[in-house]
């Protein structure tokens, strides 16, 4: 009974304070938006992208507190600017994508950097890299919501093209769907999920979020529906046990969000029953017997 009531209590505390209430409810609602997304990002080897944006929303959350505008706004007017500098790029030369990327968020991150380093402000910017979603004001959850609404709200509504394009894009263009739109909405709907996670776990490791959950839902099936729902399902555990770990012990909340996805990967590598290494090593053991 006093395990029980012990275990009740390790529970419940942490929801006595309004501010963990809202660091749940950001950190679930931006982990099922970076999920959902991470399936097709997953599929079209687009990882790389996520880590592109994240980075490249840095000048322009600057530059929004230097006008005065939400954060919101100027990560969102630079993400969706990096993802259509690299597309333009990769059409109009002879460089390769990754080099694009590469060239293109570090260009970035570097002129935030500068920015950081040259305008004055008494706010300190440092959780724009590191997240503050113990922090979050009613104005940040209010825009966090309504992103993640409009990015599932369209995962929802073009679910179908965008798989279809995700694993064959000629057979989806010969079907008369454009695979440059879907690329084009595929790669705005990740401006928007990058926003959306800016809050909870910051500009170094939001690419985590829009990578583990897909990468491990991967691995447990071969069905896309199952695997968008195993993601979700995933970036949901990891948040709650992410803001709870950093309650009890101390520790940074997006770190602790991401160390938790990362222990899912870990344990669908090893023992998902289809793909996981332990699995397959027991086959040929229970075979030769």
């Known amino acids: ?140 959850i209010r825009q966090i919501l309504v992103l993640a609404a409009v990015v599932l709200a369209v995962a929802w509504y073009k679910h179908r093209d965008l798989t279809l394009y995700a694993f064959d894009p000629v057979h989806a263009h010969a079907l008369g769907i454009s695979p440059r739109l879907m690329e084009t909405l595929l790669l705005g709907m990740l401006s928007v999920t990058v926003v959306v996670a800016l809050q909870a776990v910051g500009i170094i490791l939001v690419v985590a979020m829009v990578i583990i959950p897909g990468a491990t839902a991967y691995l447990l099936t071969d069905r896309f529906e199952r695997m968008l729902a195993l993601a979700a399902a995933v970036a949901a555990a990891a948040a709650v046990a992410g803001v709870y770990a950093s309650f009890h012990l101390n520790v940074s909340t997006g770190g602790s969000i991401v160390l938790a996805q990362a222990s899912a990967f870990v344990l669908a590598y090893l023992l998902a029953p289809r793909q996981g290494v332990l699995r397959r090593r027991r086959r040929p053991a229970r075979a030769a017997l």
């Open 1 to 140: 009974m006093d395990t029980l009531t012990a275990l009740v209590q390790w529970f419940a505390q942490p929801l006595q304070f309004e501010f963990m209430r809202r660091a749940l409810l950001v950190a679930v609602v931006a982990g099922v938006a970076c999920a959902v997304l991470s399936c097709w990002l997953t599929l079209v080897g687009w990882s790389l992208m996520g880590d592109a944006v994240s980075h490249a929303v840095l000048p322009g959350v600057v530059l929004s507190y230097l006008f005065g505008l939400p954060f919101a706004v100027g990560a969102l007017v630079f993400g969706s600017g990096s993802v259509a500098l690299i597309s333009i790029v990769n059409r109009t030369s002879r460089v390769k994508e990754d080099a694009v990327i590469g060239v293109v968020f570090t260009a970035m991150f570097a002129l935030g950097l500068v920015l950081v380093s040259r305008v004055p402000s008494q706010t300190d910017l440092s959780h724009i890299l590191f997240g503050n979603v113990l922090g979050v004001s009613d104005t940040d």
